[in-house]
């Protein structure tokens, strides 16, 4: 038993790691988006969602009118949202980002339980890793 836990150990270990790299994949995904949209929408989409800027602020700030920054906010969304329809990268990886936790948790339990139960989990959690393709 004492060997079998070190190896869980080691996995939580790669779990941090993997946590690390799905962020990196998130950030990258957010900057996938983010290329669709012109210059101006990207300025005034994060200075109102990232900086909690209002639509008035905005204008003032940039010498035009609050219609017309939210116009191209709208248009921002709009934009992000074709691209999502379009290649369901958010979809997909919020998907696989809930499977992952899933098999993070039951990991987690794994390591608590006898060894018949443990086996039984084990290949409950291969499963939901085959799932995403990234079989053990």
């Given at each position: 038993m004492d060997?079998?836990?070190?190896?869980?150990?080691a996995a939580n270990r790669r779990a941090l790691k993997d946590r690390n790299c799905r962020e990196a994949v998130e950030r990258e995904i957010i900057l996938a988006i983010r290329q669709s949209l012109t210059e101006k929408q990207r300025e005034y989409f994060d200075l109102h969602y990232n900086e909690d800027l209002s639509l008035?602020?905005?204008?003032q700030s940039e010498g035009v009118s609050r219609q017309s920054?939210?116009?191209i906010i709208r248009r921002a969304e709009e934009t992000m949202r074709r691209f999502e329809e379009k290649t369901?990268?958010?979809?997909?990886f919020a998907a696989e980002r809930d499977i992952l936790a899933a098999a993070q948790?039951?990991?987690a339990r794994l390591e608590t339980m006898t060894d018949g139960a443990a086996q039984s989990l084990a290949?409950?959690?291969?499963a939901a890793l085959q799932e995403l393709g990234h079989g053990i």
């Open positions: 060997g079998f836990q070190f190896e869980m150990g008035a602020e905005i204008a920054v939210w116009d369901g990268l958010v979809a997909r948790e039951k990991l290949r409950e959690i291969a």
